[in-house]
């Protein structure tokens, strides 16, 4: 466990790489432009990094498409695609401290977070796909006895991976393990606000030994995306983001080539706290289930429903919970909750407290961290009715929403009267009370006394509703960037 001091001085060290990566290579952009990469901790730049504009996307579309055509990788036997995502695996790991570094300086999270969270999930997902590929096989079923069919799995051609700056390495390998474990191949667009651990995982994978144009990555603005999602020789695009770009991505997709889009979009996650639960554990699960990640996370907990009769009780214990969750330094190992990832999503969140406390009851934060160069925001808690404007939108930030309910019934009424339906969690002592209410709240995520616990690659990740569609982790993921082909021989 380093110190901060020494945190400060591998970051005083690190040699930064802020190209795109195209063809096997670190390039600028054909217009030489730049955007401003910087540290939300404490406001300096970090970087000028190459912002890809309409022929750097042609470019690597053209590349991947060559790539896949050519069999370099599409073609490969899946024991030797998992070979070297093991090897790229192996070298993620060597290098995990130098990744958590660029993660927390990237993002404002705290380093702790990064390194155990963020960079070990990532290596453990490229492994588990790794190790999962040589295990698919096709079917062939039992049919007339004069036909013999074939049920085969195909990689589907050019993936477009386009991921949210909130867990950018992690969510990323949610994407592009899995597709290029398929045979893909795949181009990443990084959010603007967090590239870094991108752009330098692609240096990596070609050490590894993935063949260039197989895996490309292009910084750049909501623009890039935009591109790869209208673009005819894109095949797939697989996106974690808001519900208003899903849409939009959804749109390119029917306007060109009707390509496979998968969405992860947003969510407004209820944790419901029964007046039988154990309320200690429920108080400290609720708070770590907001406050993580500065709040910054699409199945944040943040409506939580409390049964009327143990409200007090509850909300003391909360107030409690949510004092290890003051914001701090960043690169210090026991930092719990960092900074806010740049100014508009600070002046979002900030805007959002504002309402809240003209349509709600604060109980207690609300204020921004003085002294700080950075945005930092204290954990927040309002108590309100289910129809206000905080307990309905997402706010993407350390607030949280309580809402006071009186029996099961009201419980899942509001829980489940909501535009999403990415996550939901249940705090009771009765098995009858979480089974019959896990059945009935329409989440992809129902978590019973605990709340986004377990990061296993066993388990599918996604959404009911305008939460998106298609599911990130598990073998579940596999069926997106593959193709299913039935073929029938007449004897």
């Not at 660029?102 to 705290?110: F, I, S, V």
């Not at 191949?185 to 330098?200: C, D, Q």
């Not at 939580?304 to 190992?333: M, N, S, T």
């Not at 209410?437 to 305008?466: H, T």
């Amino acid at each position: 466990m380093r110190t901060k001091a020494e945190w400060q001085a591998m970051a005083a060290s690190l040699v930064i790489e802020s190209r795109a990566f195209i063809a096997g290579e670190y390039v600028t952009s054909q217009n030489s432009q730049t955007f401003t990469d910087i540290n939300p901790a404490t406001g300096e730049v970090l970087a000028q990094v190459v912002a890809c504009h309409e022929a750097d996307v042609a470019h690597a579309v053209q590349v991947a498409k060559q790539q896949f055509e050519a069999g370099c990788w599409s073609a490969l036997p899946a024991r030797e695609r998992k070979r070297i995502l093991l090897a790229w695996a192996a070298l993620l790991r060597e290098h995990a401290e130098e990744l958590a570094l660029l993660e927390t300086l990237d993002t404002g999270k705290p380093i702790g977070h990064a390194q155990a969270i963020d960079i070990n999930n990532t290596v453990y997902c490229v492994q588990w796909f790794a190790e999962a590929i040589d295990k698919i096989s096709g079917d062939v079923p039992d049919i007339a006895a004069n036909l013999h069919a074939v049920i085969s799995r195909e990689p589907m051609g050019v993936v477009a991976a386009i991921v949210p700056w909130n867990f950018p390495l992690m969510m990323a390998s949610w994407k592009f393990a899995p597709a290029l474990a398929a045979g893909n191949s795949v181009i990443l667009k990084p959010s603007e606000k967090s590239p870094l651990t991108a752009i330098r995982v692609a240096g990596l994978a070609k050490q590894a030994g993935i063949p260039d144009g197989v895996f490309q990555v292009l910084p750049g603005d909501g623009s890039v995306g935009a591109m790869l999602a209208q673009h005819m020789d894109v095949d797939c695009v697989t996106f974690t983001g808001s519900t208003a770009v899903g849409r939009k991505i959804a749109q390119a997709s029917a306007s060109s080539n009707l390509k496979r889009i998968w969405l992860e979009l947003g969510g407004k996650s209820a944790n419901i706290v029964m007046a039988d639960a154990d309320l200690q554990a429920a108080a400290e699960g609720v708070a770590a289930g907001v406050f993580f990640n500065q709040g910054e996370m699409c199945s944040a907990g943040s409506r939580v429903l409390v049964q009327r009769a143990v409200y007090p009780q509850f909300i003391d214990l909360l107030e409690h919970a949510a004092k290890a969750w003051q914001p701090a330094d960043p690169l210090e190992q026991n930092t719990l909750m960092g900074a806010i990832i740049d100014r508009s999503q600070f002046d979002k969140v900030m805007g959002y407290i504002a309402v809240g406390r003209e349509e709600a009851e604060l109980i207690f934060g609300g204020e921004a961290v003085s002294g700080t160069a950075g945005w930092f925001i204290q954990p927040t808690l309002f108590v309100s009715s289910p129809d206000t404007k905080i307990a309905r939108e997402e706010i993407f930030g350390p607030v949280c929403t309580v809402i006071l309910f009186d029996d099961e019934a009201q419980a899942l009424q509001i829980a489940n009267d909501s535009i999403y339906g990415l996550g939901a969690g249940i705090w009771t002592q009765n098995i009858g009370t979480a089974y019959r209410m896990s059945r009935k709240l329409r989440a992809g995520s129902v978590w019973i006394n605990c709340y986004e616990e377990s990061g296993d690659q066993n388990l599918p990740f996604g959404g009911y509703k305008q939460s998106g569609n298609g599911r990130d982790k598990s073998l579940h993921a596999l069926d997106k960037y593959m193709e299913i082909k039935t073929t029938l021989l007449k004897i």
